[in-house]
């Protein structure tokens, strides 16, 4: 039946955007918030139908829904207007290559695949802005350093001028002028226009007047409330000032008192509202005892807290009269303002408020005049008969000895077990009848360490024993009875009995109970030794050194003592703690080595060899305290024995290297050359190392038999071909014999063969720039950083060539590279500091001691740099700095000298030199080109010092 009827379109279909069932027809259908969802405006974004080309609104989406079902034609014909204006399909919009400046298919509907084609553009897009990313940054890069270094920031421009301000003093900048409104000024002094005067109202004359006198007739509501506003009894009135209202009007009320009252409150209200607004403090009653003495009330401001200082401290005094430090806070107050009259009388209105309180009369003494402290501090002492500080007062006040004395004596019938009176009344008498009252103050004081050591000093060696005995048994707890008893004992030459009392000592201490604290102790010894008493020192070392330290810490924990004692200067002390550990650990060479440094620096000579002989008899195999014996009685002049130590080292180390060539150079010293080629010969056959042959070399070349030297180095190379000096040895032999093709091949076999040598590629590179060849040096140069990455060297040799070539820029273009590669080398930033203008040597030396903070080739440039802007003090301190971080580096030391030389007296001259040759610096760039020079290899560090002294030049 229904075969024959066409299916209408809208069946199965979703109902469309604010459909509502049954409208056409007249229903009046409901819906709710669910229904319809949250309300939007038509120009709102819509989050579905195919938004994304050109994101639809609402009203768009509403619109292509009725001309899809065909509602209204007028409707349908003003959206294809639209669309025909949004889509301008002409052909002024149509180019080439872009096509259309709109959308073709904006009016199409948006699907997935759509959406997948704009991530793929999308994707596109962001892959090729990525591979043209880093070009774009770095020519954005280049334009902005090539824009800031055309206009530099203001920061920039005037960056040294603020680090500058550094050095500003406080008086330079309180002098600065004030800057002010010339403007505003200038009208001030020019205007000539009178000045305008406002009449003041009559109202506030009236309310005036009115506040300042008594009224006699009142209207109706203040007679009913007693000129109070809240009608309410028992609450709190607007004033806050405590009071309720009244429930009726009183009787008797004073209006001049309430309007002042209410004047003060409200003026003391709207200060703390404007130091709150002001940023200013309140008033603080609790800061007042301290803060008084800094207050000078000038200006208005000061004025107005003195007031309301007052005003508070007045209430503290009359809420609670019975508290001191509100009446020393009130007086003091007073002082500052300059009533000293009024202080006085606050003051001694809180004696009379407070009679037993110590402060009150202190401050009472001190503010009264000269003629009234001694009543005062009379009352005082009747008030308060057992105040110690009174009567201490009391004394100071007295000027006369005789009078001081009689005061204390009442003090202390009052007070007698007083210590602080009794060393006052001591202080007062000679050594005899001090010593009597000592007597008398140690049975008041019994427990007094002070009376009983200071009445043992003025004993007799017998009594003084006594007295300590006595002491020890009244206070068995206190280490310095004993320590006393120890240097007593010294003092008196029984040196035997000091080991013994300090021993006791611990022992008796620990029965007591009483912690043995190792670094009280350890300071009981030092401060021994500073009062002379060296015996007593050294054996509390010895009997306190071990107690409570664990057997696996001792050798630490014994030389960190022996360290913090050579620091203290408590050097008989380290003695001790080193003799102690070495009876302890015979066989350990650190130990022996420290000691051995230890008397090297503040030792005797005599010392020093004592010490070496023992310690070569425990320590046979241990190079170093031969050689250091040896070189000791060589500095001394005693040759035989330095021989005889090292024949005695040949024994115990028959095959050692060090003590080979030790004697080689004790003989060569001597001039003994022929005793030194015999020992050398021998050593080769005995202890042939690249070493011993290379000194060989070095031998034969400085006695001038360079062809024995040339034939020595060739069979040397052949049997050490990997030792790097022996080909450097032989490359500046050729260049002795003026055989330079020879030393290039021998420099470039040796490259091959010891490619890690930086000093090998430095001396090729050397030699091709002194032949012209800077192309084939900068050619080195590369292999050699390719071979040894990262080698500050070799970079300072690429930077320094192009300097000498006055190729600046690539100089500073591989110092850049430099600095890149090697961030902390100190050789490289100090040559960087030189190779810009004087006024960026500052900024450059700042960014080299944040790069490397302790160099000492940086500090060692920052010296120069100071030298060079004429500072001398700072000079000196850098050099100071330099010498003290690395005692070795021989330019330093040059520097320093000829820095003394230009600009120091004699006395510092002959310091630095003094401490250089104590140093014995064997590195340095300057430093070796003079010592290692063929012709100066006699010298020592004084004649070396005085060479480069008169040879370097000055740093400009």
Request: hydrophobic share 35%; charged share 30%; with cysteine.
């Amino acid at each position: 039946m229904h075969a024959g009827k066409k299916k209408k379109s809208f069946v199965g279909a979703s109902a469309p955007l604010g459909y509502v069932p049954g409208l056409g027809r007249g229903a009046h259908g409901f819906t709710t918030r669910s229904d319809i969802g949250p309300a939007r405006m038509a120009s709102d974004v819509t989050d579905e139908r195919h938004a994304r080309p050109g994101r639809r609104t609402f009203g768009q989406q509403a619109a292509a829904e009725a001309e899809k079902r065909g509602e209204g034609g007028a409707a349908a014909g003003g959206t294809g207007g639209n669309k025909e204006e949004e889509e301008d399909l002409n052909d002024s919009n149509f180019d080439e290559f872009n096509g259309y400046g709109g959308s073709l298919f904006s009016s199409g509907p948006y699907d997935a695949e759509d959406e997948e084609a704009d991530k793929v553009y999308d994707e596109i897009d962001v892959h090729m802005d990525q591979r043209r990313k880093t070009r774009r940054e770095d020519r954005i890069r280049e334009e902005v350093e090539k824009f800031r270094q055309e206009r530099p920031k203001i920061s920039q421009q005037f960056s040294d001028l603020k680090r500058g301000l550094g050095e500003v003093t406080k008086d330079q900048w309180d002098s600065l002028p004030e800057t002010g409104s010339i403007r505003q000024k200038r009208l001030k002094t020019t205007s000539t226009r009178p000045d305008r005067y406002t009449p003041v109202p009559d109202s506030v004359i009236e309310r005036t007047a009115n506040m300042s006198g008594v009224t006699a007739n009142l209207d109706a509501k203040q007679q009913k409330f007693g000129g109070f506003t809240t009608p309410f009894p028992g609450t709190m009135s607007v004033l806050n000032s405590g009071f309720t209202t009244p429930g009726g009007s009183r009787s008797t009320i004073d209006l001049q008192q309430m309007g002042d009252a209410r004047n003060s409150m409200l003026g003391v209200k709207l200060d703390q509202v404007s130091d709150s607004v002001s940023g200013q403090t309140v008033v603080d009653p609790k800061g007042y005892l301290t803060d008084l003495n800094s207050m000078l009330p000038n200006s208005g401001a000061d004025i107005e807290d003195v007031k309301k200082a007052r005003l508070l401290l007045k209430s503290v005094t009359s809420s609670n009269p019975k508290h001191g430090p509100g009446w020393i806070a009130a007086a003091r107050l007073e002082e500052v303002t300059g009533a000293m009259q009024n202080a006085r009388s606050m003051i001694l209105h809180g004696t009379e408020s407070c009679p037993k309180t110590e402060d009150v009369w202190m401050e009472a003494i001190r503010l009264m005049q000269p003629e009234q402290k001694k009543p005062v501090a009379a009352n005082a002492i009747r008030q308060l008969p057992n105040s110690v500080k009174l009567w201490v007062k009391a004394t100071d006040l007295e000027e006369e000895k005789a009078a001081k004395k009689r005061v204390l004596k009442k003090a202390l019938e009052q007070i007698p077990n007083s210590v602080r009176l009794w060393k006052s009344l001591v202080e007062l008498h000679e050594p005899e009848e001090a010593r009597l009252l000592l007597g008398r103050a140690t049975e008041c004081c019994p427990t007094s360490t002070e009376l009983w050591l200071a009445l043992a000093r003025l004993e007799t060696y017998d009594n003084a024993r006594k007295v300590l005995n006595k002491a020890r048994e009244n206070i068995p707890t206190d280490r310095q009875i004993w320590v006393t008893a120890a240097q007593l004992e010294e003092a008196n030459d029984n040196l035997s009995m000091v080991d013994k009392i300090v021993e006791r000592a611990v022992t008796s201490l620990s029965n007591n109970m009483v912690e043995i604290n190792r670094e009280h102790w350890i300071e009981d010894a030092e401060k021994c030794e500073k009062a002379g008493s060296i015996g007593t020192a050294q054996s509390i070392v010895r009997t306190i050194i071990g107690h409570n330290v664990e057997e696996e810490d001792r050798k630490h924990t014994w030389m960190e003592d022996a360290e913090s004692c050579i620091a203290h200067g408590a050097y008989e002390c380290a003695r001790a703690v080193f003799a102690h550990a070495l009876s302890t650990y015979p066989s350990k060479k650190s130990i022996w080595l420290r000691s051995a440094h230890f008397e090297k620096n503040h030792g005797s000579r005599e010392s020093l060899e004592a010490l070496l002989q023992k310690a070569v008899s425990y320590c046979p195999k241990v190079e170093v305290l031969w050689l250091m014996g040896a070189k000791s009685k060589w500095l001394a002049g005693d040759v035989p024995a330095a021989r005889s130590i090292l024949s005695l080292a040949f024994q115990a180390n028959p095959n050692s290297e060090d003590i080979w060539l030790a004697a080689v150079k004790l003989e060569s010293e001597n001039n003994e050359d022929e005793r030194a080629r015999k020992l050398l010969q021998k050593a080769r056959e005995q202890a042939g190392t690249a070493r011993v042959w290379m000194k060989s070399v070095k031998l034969e070349w400085v006695l001038g038999n360079v062809a024995g030297a040339i034939q020595m180095v060739e069979k040397a190379i052949s049997l050490y071909p990997d030792a790097p000096k022996l080909w450097m040895m032989q490359a500046q032999l050729d260049m002795t014999t003026h055989s330079v093709d020879r030393a290039r091949d021998h420099y470039s076999q040796a490259v091959k063969k010891c490619y890690s040598s930086v000093p090998l590629w430095l001396q090729l590179a050397s030699l091709e720039e002194q032949c012209g060849n800077l192309t084939k040096a900068r050619s080195v140069l590369e292999r050699g950083l390719l071979r040894n990455p990262r080698s500050p060297e070799l970079w300072l040799q690429s930077v320094r060539i192009e300097e000498r070539a006055n190729n600046t820029s690539v100089a500073r273009t591989n110092m850049a590279k430099a600095l890149q590669d090697c961030p902390n080398s100190g050789i490289l930033w100090a040559h960087a500091i030189f190779m810009e203008s004087r006024k960026q040597r500052k900024t450059k030396s700042v960014d080299a001691l944040k790069a490397c903070e302790h160099d000492p080739q940086v500090l060692l440039a920052v010296a120069k740099m100071m030298w060079a802007e004429r500072i001398i003090s700072k000079t000196r301190d850098w050099f100071a700095r330099t010498v003290k971080i690395d005692p070795d580096l021989g330019d330093a030391w040059a520097y320093y000298y000829k820095f003394e030389l230009r600009h120091g007296s004699e006395e510092q001259q002959q310091a630095v030199l003094k401490k250089a040759i104590a140093a014995e610096p064997h590195h340095g760039e300057e430093w070796c080109k003079v010592s290692k020079a063929i012709a100066n290899w006699r010298k020592r560090t004084e004649e070396i010092m005085r060479v480069l002294g008169t040879t370097l030049s000055e740093p400009l």
